[in-house]
C-alpha cells in the first residue's frame, strides 16, 4: 500500500512557475515509476509527466515539455513537478500516482493504482 500526498498548488500569474511535490509512504518508493496527472473542470483527466523508478527515465506530453520537468529523490520518497511558464490552460487539479501496472506505456492512466487527493493549480490571465 502506498499512500500519496500532494502539496504546492496555489494560484500563480501566467508566465510564473509553481513546484508540486508528492510525498509518498512506504519503504518501497523507489520500485514505483510515478506519473503526475491533471484534471480541468469538465475535462477528463490528462497525463503530464511521468518517471521511472531510479529517475533515469522522464516522459511528458506534449502540451507541456519544455516547460515542466519532474524529477524525484527517492531519499525523501518525493517526487516533484516544477512548472515553469504557465498558461490559463494549465489550470486544473494536479494529482501524482504510482504506477502498478506496465500495459499501455507511461501515459496510460489505467497503469496507475495509487493516487493521491490533488492539489489545485489555477493561472489567471
Known amino acids: 500500500q502506498v499512500r500519496l500526498v500532494e502539496s504546492g498548488g496555489g494560484l500563480v500569474q501566467a508566465g510564473g512557475s509553481l513546484r508540486l511535490s508528492c510525498a509518498a509512504s512506504?519503504?518501497?518508493?523507489?520500485?514505483?515509476?510515478m506519473g503526475w496527472f491533471r484534471q480541468a473542470p469538465g475535462k477528463e483527466r490528462e497525463f503530464v509527466a511521468a518517471?521511472?523508478?531510479?529517475?533515469?527515465?522522464?516522459y511528458y506530453a506534449d502540451s507541456v515539455k519544455g516547460r515542466f520537468t519532474i524529477s524525484r529523490d527517492n531519499a525523501k520518497n518525493t517526487v516533484y513537478l516544477q512548472m515553469n511558464s504557465l498558461k490559463p490552460e494549465d489550470t486544473a487539479v494536479y494529482y501524482c500516482?504510482?504506477?502498478?501496472?506496465?500495459?499501455?506505456?507511461?501515459?496510460?492512466?489505467?497503469?496507475?493504482?495509487?493516487w493521491g487527493q490533488g492539489t489545485q493549480v489555477t493561472v489567471s490571465s
Open positions: 500516482a504510482a504506477r502498478t501496472a506496465y500495459s499501455g506505456g507511461y501515459s496510460n492512466i489505467w497503469s496507475y493504482g495509487y
Open positions: 512506504g519503504r518501497t518508493f523507489s520500485s514505483y515509476a
Open positions: 518517471i521511472s523508478g531510479s529517475g533515469d527515465n522522464t
